[in-house]
């Protein structure tokens, strides 16, 4: 066997599973750090079982080519000690700095001109009634750190509610967000390759559902190529800025026909799952291509695209693979409450045939939901 | 992590490999067995070092839902075995049978009124002179069994030739077949669910070179919807006379506006690799779906799409991947001569397009080609 570049990943979950497959056909090897047992990404990895820092996860990486990660929450000096070792790290760990702290993502957000919705830093309850003037009612208070699929975050309409709110959780460093009504959301998936060659794909809109991304319809209906333009110089502001390498997503609010920046993710990114049948190179391959300094991949729609997750438990095969050009993503994870286990994206070639296989693909995905 | 269906495969080369990599994302789980080291299947499924009817082999694939196979000179007491365990065997070892032996093959043509190339059966070097005067010269010696990639088989002009041929090729038992100045070669694949359900893939138009598949065309160009339906209908006809289950490649020929079949292959076809890319599902996943008696899935083209084979050794990655819309399969074997170790697969709106990637392509692959 030819022995192929080695690529490291700091995770193990579903974004590891399909750089992993997508990575295969290059002939790329993996090896991923999970401390967890029967990872998703262990189908076409060779899996470490230990914790991010520990001296075993790093050893493993350091004969990695390049060590890449599939969740934001890494810790910091796992990636510092991985490049004190002189190993080579995509995207770079301050990019990673960035996202994992909301108030500071939302300050390079302002630096850089990249419009976003209002935001009033909350150290403390004493800062509540202040941001509520401000920002008026009701408003968002979310966490710093560690939120996703809507966790840790509230809305509240009063400072009863904000204090009760923040007592709930934990009193930690906050924002608070004015609350938005956006006409929809958005999101742009950037790639940068460590060449600085850079590709975006079209603009893709978003349905979440008690803060966890249900549905991504690509490319997104109604949209100008004035937004796309706007879209992308966002994310280029971003790329170039945090000196990026990889693929980054940017989630955006749309109200008026402006762009309001709400966060990034500095990885693959869920709403960009549809590219794997949906666009000519999927988000996977293109983070690899990127992350290696190969040429990027064409990221020109295969047709129109939506998909659905697939949330507390998967739907029966057979049912969604009776739906045409309908593709079934299993992570591998046992059922459990709004976890997501799996994705289905359907491709069809006009826009009414795709909403008769959405509705069709909604139905058996609404039966097994719990989320 | 949820216990995917276990599927086995007999043979770990690349397409074990690609059979994996398209039943990963359906939650499949794969055991693949075969008495190579590093193994192609590897990355993706379990590997069983060990000769396919070794008691090994027929204890771990006894475990499967559903055992298929790669390549079709599996010996046919292991699969025999692995029925008597009732076993679930797709396709049928039965249509094995025929496919190994040239002879049976072209009866088999005949007596479903498949048209073929004249043939004469050659038990002894003394059936050589009547197969000269019966089909004329030059003809073609080939052994009735093993032959793959242009092996086992010569063009003779004379009986002296003949017999010369007879004797390099081993004197084994052999057919003879009248030589053909087709106007091009072609080949449709075709799948059978276990449920009766069928599809058909378009034509398609290949290219061999010193015995060897190295370009494939889909769809064929230039191609009636009689002979599509022509095609069809021979396949149909093996499909149900061999009561086959999954995916099987029907090679032809085309001359003056009608087709003669060549050989059929039991399995998924090298001539079928465009379908990763270039098909809503590849032939990797619609064996899968066949043989787990799934609903059969969409099998029209996305775009115009051509596919090379790399042969002998790999071409450099970023080359490759330069060209839009180009997607490398490699199949991690070591470069030897004449040995497939890979495939490149562009897709291209019209057919100007994809003529300008294909030529870009081949300066790349005939750089590193040696077969």
């Known amino acids: 066997m030819s022995e192929g570049v080695l690529v490291g990943i700091l995770g193990g979950g579903q974004l590891g599973r399909m750089l992993a497959l997508a990575g295969a056909p290059l002939g790329l090897r993996f090896i991923c750090v999970d401390p967890g047992t029967n990872v998703p990404a262990a189908i076409a990895a060779q899996h ?9 996860a790093i050893e493993a990486l350091s004969q990695a080519e390049v060590v890449t990660y599939e969740f934001e929450n890494v810790p910091a000096h796992a990636a510092a000690e991985l490049l004190r070792r002189n190993v080579h790290v995509a995207p770079d760990p301050a990019a990673l700095a960035v996202a994992q702290d909301r108030w500071v993502e939302k300050q390079c957000f302002e630096q850089l001109g990249i419009r976003t919705v209002g935001t009033v830093r909350v150290d403390s309850e004493d800062d509540l009634a202040p941001a509520l003037e401000q920002l008026g009612s009701p408003l968002i208070l979310k966490t710093r750190r560690a939120g996703y699929d ?26 608070a ?16 390759s460590k060449t600085g060659e850079r ?3 079209p603009l893709v809109q978003n349905e979440h559902r008690n803060g966890i991304l249900r ?9 100008s190529s004035q937004l796309q333009a706007a879209a992308e110089s966002y994310a280029s502001s971003l790329l170039q800025h945090l000196g990026y390498v990889g693929v980054l997503a940017l989630e955006l609010f749309e109200k008026d026909g402006s762009l309001y920046a709400n966060e990034f993710a500095p990885r693959v990114h869920n709403s960009g799952h549809f590219s ?17 300094g190969l040429p990027l991949g064409d990221t020109s729609p295969r047709a129109h695209s939506v998909m659905l997750n697939l949330i507390g438990r998967e739907c029966p095969l057979a049912d969604v693979l009776s739906v ?15 976890r997501k286990v799996g994705h289905i994206t359907a491709l069809a070639r006009d826009i009414a045939s795709l909403e008769a296989r959405r509705s069709q693909l909604q139905s058996f995905v609404s039966l097994s939901e719990d989320g």
Chains 1, 2 share one sequence.
């Open 276 to 292: 794997i049948e949906g666009s000519a190179t999927s988000q996977f391959e293109n983070h690899l291509r990127a992350i290696l």
């Open 177 to 192: 967000e004015e609350f938005m009504r956006f006409t929809r959301e958005l999101s742009i998936l950037a790639v940068q």
């Open 215 to 223: 549905t991504t319809l690509s490319p997104a209906p109604n949209t």
């Open 48 to 56: 470490i079982q230990a914790e991010y820092d520990s001296p075993q």
């Open 150 to 175: 809507g966790k840790g975050q509230r809305v509240v309409h009063s400072l009863g509610e904000a204090k009760a709110a923040h007592q709930e959780l934990g009193a930690v460093p906050m924002i």
């Open 324 to 338: 045409p050009d309908a593709h079934l993503h299993v992570y591998g994870k046992s059922a459990r409450h709004a």
């Open 199 to 201: 590709a975006f794909y």
